[in-house]
């Protein structure tokens, strides 16, 4: 994708992959104004994946943009995409009890609300552990908003490769192999 960021609909719709300077890799689509899609391929939390996050999304200035989150675990998250520059820097905000207990996270989040709510309650939350990273860009498509092939499996060994190299949607976007 070669595109120019200029406006808050030249993002949406986008689907990103990212690896953060610590090495965590990332996959995150901008699912519309409202809502984001993620899986985590590498790093404390590797293997989570969730649907349908409301997050708040805005446009910084031309090309700039600013995601939040809070999610069901009680992590807060902070993304500054630079698409035009390949660039983001992210800001997670991990409850104790997730720095603590990754494994509980390690799901489908949507079928596990429930866990991820009574975990909050159940162990610490602070001290939160604060992970600000600057991450590379390493794969930009253009999805459409709504798609709901982006993120539709659980993450495994390669995904983020099969992506990159043409071998996961086809020419509409839409997975392959379902």
Excluded: C
């Amino acid at each position: 994708m070669t595109k120019t960021f200029k406006t808050l609909e030249d993002f949406l719709g986008t689907h990103f992959i990212y690896t953060y300077d610590n090495g965590w890799e990332y996959e995150w689509y901008a699912k519309n104004d409202h809502t984001v899609d993620y899986r985590i391929h590498g790093g404390m939390v590797g293997g989570r994946w969730v649907t349908d996050q409301e997050a708040d999304i805005v446009m910084l200035t031309e090309g700039i943009y600013k995601i939040s989150w809070t999610e069901p675990t009680g992590t807060d998250v902070a993304l500054d995409f630079m698409p035009n520059e390949k660039k983001l820097h992210g800001t997670i905000f991990f409850p104790k009890w997730v720095q603590e207990h990754p494994e509980i996270t390690v799901t489908y989040q949507n079928e596990h609300i429930d866990l991820m709510e009574e975990s909050r309650e159940k162990y610490e939350t602070y001290p939160k552990m604060v992970v600000p990273e600057f991450a590379n860009i390493t794969y930009m498509g253009d999805a459409g908003q709504n798609n709901e092939d982006v993120i539709s499996e659980a993450p495994y060994k390669g995904l983020p490769d099969d992506i990159r190299n043409g071998k996961y949607f086809d020419e509409n976007y839409r997975r392959i192999n379902k």
